[in-house]
């Protein structure tokens, strides 16, 4: 997430001046859209500010969005489409114009331009569920759902599924070396995937506007212990490589239903005996990697004396920041198809996206541990266009969270789920910005 911050000492100095004096009044502040580094003259794109308070304004015919925000530090985001996506976040740091000498309270919005991909990550239930008698949570139930948003048919036999590392997004992060959430990789236009990486060993054709379910953990019906849980017996594919983890709970044997030629192959470059997901904010991706280059990617190395004057490999396709033990498979931006980032409610003020604008400039808010997933909100006008959906849309959709604090829902209105059973052919939303594309879906799609 680009950052654009005040100098340190106008902070620090404007902070302290204001601890020692009344409420400052809100402050003028203007914000102008940036593309390749030159003013971007864009009439009517909507720019947000959240943070010590929720603003919002449009900008003008010269790109600038002027508002009026109380003194503090903001997230700022920017996303439209014309013909492609175009996305800005930065964080900005208000500072009382009468307190701090020279200050102008004049920002700018960097904006990246990506386009949006045939295939997307549809949903992600990744956080669990409580348990029958109340005592705690159940999280060996993951899962994942590939779309084919488009009418053609899509290979996706070189698919690979990835998480960025660190595994919490507001946890202490390495790569946010300045504190700034400019990560260091940003600039070397690659993304760190933690510990390892799944990829399909069978051909995998998704036929227009279908999907594939991909069970994390446990491809069996969870139901039978947990009720409020899913059932994953009915999986297309299951990451199930015991050669590679064999961690028990983790990796129970697929239900029969599932032939072994959908079981993924794990290529594994960091420690542990289970694939670490985050169950409180997790940050999947898919990149495109050909089964025959995947195990040559991660096995290329060379060999260095370390410290103590051991032998040691250095994999050549790994970054080693956060530790010498913990290397991050280097996945360039190039061969990303997808992204979905996840910010943990009880730590929003914490967190830091993973990802670069041109992945994804935003987030889903979402809560643990209560069965709710991160679910694509349908594309409205896309999806009404389609002339074969006539009759078969259905519409007040009641499946969001707007009764939880933080909650969202689709804005769509359509019910996704319940339009697919009517056999209507959804398009989903896919702006390369989650916060656009996302709601907190109360219940798994898988539920029946």
Request: glycine share 8%; hydrophobic share 40%.
């Amino acid at each position: 997430m680009k950052k654009v911050l005040l100098i340190a000492t106008m902070v620090i100095a404007s902070l302290a001046a204001i601890s020692c004096t009344e409420k400052s009044e809100p402050q003028d502040i203007k914000i102008q859209l940036m593309l390749d580094g030159a003013a971007f003259a864009r009439e009517g794109v909507t720019v947000e500010l959240t943070g010590t308070a929720t603003l919002s304004a449009e900008t003008d015919a010269s790109g600038i969005a002027a508002l009026t925000a109380p003194v503090g530090i903001y997230d700022v985001r920017a996303s439209f489409n014309d013909g492609q996506n175009f996305n800005g976040a930065a964080t900005i740091t208000v500072v009382d114009v009468t307190l701090v000498p020279d200050a102008k309270n004049e920002f700018e919005l960097p904006l990246e331009i990506s386009a949006s991909s045939a295939l997307i990550i549809k949903e992600v239930y990744g956080t669990g569920c409580q348990k029958n008698d109340g005592s705690g949570n159940y999280s060996n139930d993951k899962y994942i759902i590939l779309y084919n948003n488009t009418a053609e048919e899509i290979d996706a036999s070189n698919i690979c599924i990835g998480h960025n590392n660190p595994a919490n997004n507001y946890a202490s992060n390495k790569y946010n070396a300045n504190g700034d959430g400019v990560m260091t990789y940003f600039a070397e236009k690659w993304l760190p995937c933690g510990w390892a990486f799944w990829g399909f060993k069978t051909t995998v054709k998704i036929a227009p506007y279908s999907q594939i379910v991909i069970a994390i953990n446990g491809a069996v019906n969870h139901t039978e212990t947990y009720t409020n849980s899913v059932d994953l017996s009915g999986a297309d594919y299951v990451m199930y490589d015991t050669e590679k983890f064999n961690q028990a709970a983790s990796y129970p044997a697929p239900a029969a239903t599932i032939p072994a030629t959908n079981y993924m192959t794990a290529y594994k470059y960091g420690p542990g005996t289970a694939w670490t997901t985050s169950l409180m904010s997790p940050g999947f991706f898919i990149f495109r990697l050909p089964q025959s280059e995947a195990e040559a990617f991660i096995t290329a190395g060379h060999k260095e004396t370390d410290s103590n004057g051991k032998e040691v490999t250095i994999l050549d396709n790994c970054d080693y920041t956060i530790g010498a033990n913990l290397p991050n498979a280097k996945i360039p931006y190039e061969w990303v198809v997808d992204a979905v980032e996840v910010f943990h409610i009880p730590n929003l003020a914490k967190s830091v996206s993973r990802f670069p604008s041109s992945i994804d400039a935003g987030y889903i808010k979402l809560l643990d541990k209560q069965g709710y997933t991160a679910y694509r909100n349908v594309d409205k006008a896309a999806t009404e266009a389609l002339p074969e959906n006539a009759g078969k849309l259905v519409y007040n959709y009641a499946g969001g969270t707007t009764d939880v604090e933080n909650g969202s829902t689709d804005p769509s209105g359509i019910d996704a789920e319940a339009s697919i059973k009517a056999g209507a052919h959804i398009i989903y939303m896919d702006t390369n910005n989650s916060t656009n594309d996302f709601h907190m879906r109360k219940v798994a799609s898988l539920k029946k």
